[in-house]
């Protein structure tokens, strides 16, 4: 067992702050965000995740360990104790 950091920016009403979140050995990014969303911050996953393809919403950016997470891919990008993620919304325009 381990914690994860938790890196949340500018996510809608959540506070923009670092969190750790105990894991119990590997996990997918899906479930760790979907399990602790739930304990700390409920819709967490509604914000982050496409409910049609269970990729991430285009809306938001994952970084896992200084690494983009593909928004095609966090049922299968494993999360491990000790790493780092952050989340945070995709600013465009101009």
Do not use: C, H, Q
């Not at 959540?14 to 760790?32: K, N, P, Q, W, Y």
């Not at 938001?60 to 945070?88: A, L």
């Amino acid at each position: 067992m381990g914690a994860v950091s938790i890196n949340l920016r500018n996510i809608s009403d959540i506070e923009e702050r670092t969190f750790s979140f105990d894991i119990s050995g590997e996990v997918s990014l899906f479930d760790m965000l979907s399990a602790w969303g739930a304990l700390y911050a409920p819709g967490l996953a509604k914000r982050v995740f496409d409910p049609e393809t269970g990729g991430i919403a285009s809306t938001i950016m994952i970084i896992k360990n200084g690494r983009s997470v593909k928004s095609d891919d966090p049922r299968t990008t494993i999360v491990s104790p000790g790493d780092d993620i952050t989340v945070f919304p995709i600013i465009v325009g101009g």
